[in-house]
C-alpha cells in the first residue's frame, strides 16, 4: 500500500456518496466523498505552506468539519498532526510548537495576535480556522486549493501524529504515532465492537486527544458509519441526539450526567445498540445504575496516548463492572511487580504493561524517558496499577504514577506543584485529586506557609495566566506543613483522605 493509514480510512471511500457527517435535528449531511474532496484541498494548502513529509503541523482549533479534515489532510500529505487542546494557554502552546519544531500552525482568528509572537520566534507560519470551520486563512486557502492531490507514500512505521501527555517531572512528552500503530487499533475495534455502515455515532468528545480523534474517528471511517459531529457534549442536545444514533462513546462524566436527567431512560435509548466508556474509570455504581435505567451494560475499555486502546470489555460476552476487560487481540498485557519488573500471578496488583503494534515509537526528542518506559522487549510501562482475575478480566485499582483525571482530562501535579512553589509567601506544595461527583476527580492546591503571608485569589490569577483553565485547582489550603513518611516522601495518599470533601469551587 503506498499510505497504509490514508488508504484504509479514508482512500477507499473515494466515490463513496453515503453520509459520513450527519445532523439528524438540521438534516445537514456531508458525504464520504465531499469529505474526502475536502481532505485533499487541505492536504494542497499544507504542501503549499512549504510542509514536507515528516514535518509538524500544530492546530489549536474548534472541533468542525474543517478541523476533520485537517487530520485527513496531513495523512494524505505525510505531514505529522499534532492537535492540541483548546483550552490551553499561549504559553502552553509556545512549549508544544518550540519542542516538535512545527513548521505551521493554524488556530483560532481570536488567538493569532497573541500566538504570532510564538510562531515568529519558532520560525513557524501561522494561518487561522474559525470554530465553526467557516472563516480564516486557513478556511479561505481551502476553499481557493485543489482538491486534487497526490497521496505521499508513506511506511507502516513512519509517523501519522504526534499527541503531548504531560509528564510526571512536568514536562509534557510529544508520543510519536505511527501509521500503523492507529490503523491496526482502528481495525481490531471495528470488528471487536462490530460497527457496520450502519452505525451513526454520537461524537461529542474533543479531536485534540485519542478517544475522540483516533478511536471514534478511524472507526467509524473504517466502517464506513455515520458520525453527529457535535462541537462538545451539552446533555440537553445529547439527550435529543439519543433516539437518532447507534453507538455512543464517551468518558464517564457523559454517563453521570445523562443519568441526572429524568428524561434518559429505555425507551430514549431504543435505538443504541452500544454505550462505550473510556479515559477515566467508570465507577461500577454508574453501570448498575445505567443498566436499572435503560438496560444497556456499558462497554468500558481502557488506553492510553502512548498505546491506543489496550484492553475492552467484550461486545458479545458479559460486561463485567469494574473491570476494563481483556487485552485487545494481538495485544499482550503483563502485570509486574513495581520493584523488580517480574511478571506476577493472576490476582496480584502490580503494575499494567503492553506490547503490540499499538504501542508508540517512542517519545519525542526524548530518548532516556523512551528508554525509561519502553522496554527493550517491546513492552510499555503505563504505571496504572492492575490485576487479572481468572477468567483473564483485568482491573485497574490506582495508578502508580502521580495524576489526575479530571473529565477525562490528565492533570500532572507537579507541572502545578512547579508553579505554586513560585508564589509569594508559599514555602512548599502538594498537588492532590479529590472525588468529584461530575468529573470523576477535581484538582485541590495544598500549600505551606503563613495564612496572612498568601494570598490564593492572586496566586489563581497568577497560575490561570500559564495553565489551561481545567488544570486549575479548584480549592487552595494553607497548612503549616506536609505529611511525609519516614523517607521524607509527601503521604499524598494521607492528604487525599483528609481532603476529599474540598472540591468546592474557590469563592
Ligand atoms: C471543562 N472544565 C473542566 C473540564 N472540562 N474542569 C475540569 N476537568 C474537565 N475535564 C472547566 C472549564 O475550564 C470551565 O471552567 C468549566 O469547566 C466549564 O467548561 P465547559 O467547557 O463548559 O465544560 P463542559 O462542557 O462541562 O466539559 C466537561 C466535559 C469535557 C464534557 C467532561 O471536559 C470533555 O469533553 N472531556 C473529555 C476529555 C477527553 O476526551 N479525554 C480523552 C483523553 P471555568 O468556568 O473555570 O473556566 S484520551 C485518553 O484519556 C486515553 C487515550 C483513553 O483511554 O481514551
Ligand atoms: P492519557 O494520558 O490521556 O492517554 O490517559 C491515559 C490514562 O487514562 C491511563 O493511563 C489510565 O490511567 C486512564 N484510563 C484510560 N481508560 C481508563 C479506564 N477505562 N479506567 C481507568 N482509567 C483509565
Not at 215 to 223: E, K, Y
Not at 272 to 278: E, L, Y
Amino acid at each position: 500500500m503506498a499510505n497504509p493509514l490514508y488508504d484504509a480510512v479514508f482512500g477507499l471511500h473515494a466515490g463513496n456518496t453515503r453520509a459520513l457527517i450527519t445532523d439528524p435535528l438540521s438534516g445537514y449531511t456531508l458525504s464520504y466523498n465531499d469529505f474526502l474532496l475536502l481532505g485533499s484541498a487541505t492536504a494542497t494548502v499544507i504542501s503549499d505552506a512549504g510542509l514536507a513529509p515528516g514535518d509538524r503541523l500544530v492546530a489549536q482549533v474548534g472541533k468542525s468539519v474543517n478541523a476533520l479534515a485537517i487530520y485527513a489532510g496531513c495523512v494524505q500529505a505525510g505531514v505529522v498532526y499534532l492537535p492540541l487542546n483548546t483550552a490551553y494557554t499561549p504559553s502552553e502552546v509556545a512549549y508544544f510548537l518550540g519542542d516538535c519544531g512545527a513548521s505551521l500552525l493554524v488556530c483560532d482568528p481570536a488567538s493569532a495576535a497573541s500566538l504570532e509572537p510564538i510562531t515568529t520566534k519558532h520560525h513557524a507560519a501561522l494561518m487561522t480556522l474559525s470554530a465553526d470551520g467557516l472563516r480564516g486563512s486557513f478556511a479561505e486557502a481551502v476553499t481557493a486549493a485543489s482538491s486534487s492531490f497526490k497521496t505521499v507514500v508513506r511506511e507502516p512505521d513512519d509517523l501519522a501524529a504526534l499527541l503531548y501527555t504531560s509528564g510526571t517531572t512536568g514536562r509534557s512528552k510529544g508520543a510519536m504515532l505511527t501509521q500503523q500503530n492507529l490503523l491496526s487499533n482502528a481495525q481490531t475495534l471495528c470488528e471487536l465492537w462490530q460497527f457496520t455502515q450502519d452505525d451513526v455515532l454520537l461524537h461529542a468528545l474533543p479531536i485534540f486527544h485519542t478517544h475522540g480523534l483516533f478511536v471514534a474517528t478511524n472507526v467509524t471511517l473504517l466502517s464506513g458509519a455515520s458520525l453527529v459531529l457535535e462541537p462538545s457534549f451539552h446533555l440537553d442536545r445529547a439527550v435529543t441526539l439519543l433516539p437518532h444514533v447507534s453507538a455512543v462513546m464517551g468518558v464517564p462524566t457523559f454517563y453521570t450526567r445523562f443519568l441526572s436527567d429524568e428524561r434518559f431512560n429505555r425507551a430514549l435509548t431504543e435505538s443504541v445498540r452500544i454505550f462505550i466508556s473510556g479515559s477515566a474509570p467508570l465507577l461500577a455504581e454508574t453501570h448498575t445504575q445505567f443498566e436499572a435505567r435503560t438496560g444497556h451494560r456499558i462497554l468500558e475499555r481502557y488506553g492510553m496516548t502512548e498505546t491506543n486502546m489496550i484492553t475492552s470489555n467484550p461486545y458479545t460476552g458479559e460486561r463485567r463492572a469494574g473491570t476494563v476487560g481483556h487485552p485487545l487481540p494481538g495485544v499482550e498485557v503483563q502485570i509486574t511487580d513495581p520493584d523488580s519488573g517480574q511478571p506476577i500471578p493472576d490476582g496480584d496488583i502490580g503494575i499494567i504493561e503492553v506490547r503490540g503494534p499499538n504501542v508508540f515509537k517512542g517519545y519525542w526528542n526524548m530518548p532516556d524517558k523512551t528508554a525509561a518506559e519502553l522496554r527493550d522487549t517491546g513492552f510499555f510501562i503505563t504505571g496504572d496499577l492492575g490485576q487479572r482475575d481468572n477468567d483473564g478480566y483485568i482491573s485497574i485499582v490506582g495508578r502508580n504514577k502521580d495524576l489526575i483525571i479530571s473529565g477525562g482530562y490528565n492533570i500532572y501535579p507537579k507541572e502545578i506543584e512547579l508553579l505554586l512553589d513560585q508564589q509569594p509567601g508559599v514555602e512548599e506544595s502538594a498537588v492532590i485529586g479529590v472525588p468529584h461527583a461530575d468529573f470523576g476527580e477535581s484538582v485541590v492546591g495544598v500549600l505551606v506557609g503563613q495564612a496572612h503571608n498568601i494570598d490564593t485569589g492572586a496566586i489563581q490569577a497568577s497560575l490561570g495566566e500559564s495553565l489551561a483553565r481545567f488544570k486549575l485547582p479548584r480549592t487552595l489550603v494553607i497548612v503549616d506543613a506536609l505529611p511525609r513518611n519516614t523517607m521524607g516522601k509527601v503521604q499524598k495518599n494521607v492528604l487525599r483522605d483528609h481532603y476529599s470533601d474540598s472540591n468546592s469551587p474557590l469563592g
